[in-house]
């Protein structure tokens, strides 16, 4: 008896911090916001996406990402969170001609240019399409698995996403401000597959954040359209 105890107490741990994230067949909003330090005119966009931590749909209806690019690094203020690859995702955006041009703040939603932000508007029509289930774990080794029963999926797609971050930016459009940001892109990876997925996950950027989330998601192959996501913190 003793033995066997000792043998549960050892399992325990590992079966408690492997965490599971599934979508309903119901496709799930994707919102990404191009953003970036040096941008004056980023700063309320940044801080509209981040106010959708209080909403109650976040992960189960939408996921939100924060994608800072680099191309106005060049103006005085060098952002801590860009990355080139990030910039590049923008633009491929562009040559597949679901964005108009590379600009911050760019709001993309479900793979399409969103500009009824800067109508005043906050929220967005939701998807309804029926487009399959997708379903991930994450076991306390860092492998990640996934698995998708729709149609069409030919990439695997990552983020890990920092929650809480704060800047003091000492020059640029935005020098002397204390800058706040959430579901930032610190680390993005993605895998070929079709219905399965399993992929180590790199080890979580230390960038200062509070917290951090995931977010998960396949497209059809190299295009940047998403059928399906799903996500939500990791604890």
Known sequence: MLRLSILLICLLPSLATAQEWQSGSTKTDVV???????CSSCPPADKWLSSLKTNP??????????FHVDYWDYIGWE????????????REYVRE???SQSYTPGIVINSQEWRDWFRGKRSW??????????????GDDGQ???????????RLHVALLGMGLTTEVKAGENRGKLLSHDFVVLKMISVAGSKYWSLKLPAIPDAGQQSMAIAIWVTPGSALGIIQATGGFIK
């Not at 309804?128 to 991930?136: E, F, I, S």
């Not at 990640?144 to 030919?154: S, V």
């Open 144 to 154: 990640l698995e996934a698995n998708f029963n729709g149609a069409h999926a030919g």
């Open 79 to 90: 952002d801590p969170f860009a990355k080139p690859e990030y910039t590049e995702r923008q």
């Open 32 to 38: 990404e916001l191009f953003t970036s330090e040096g």
């Open 125 to 138: 029509n939701d998807d309804k399409q029926n487009v399959g289930q997708l379903k991930a774990r994450l």
């Open 97 to 99: 001609g679901r964005v």
């Open 57 to 66: 749909a976040l992960f189960s209806g939408f996921i939100p990402m924060a």
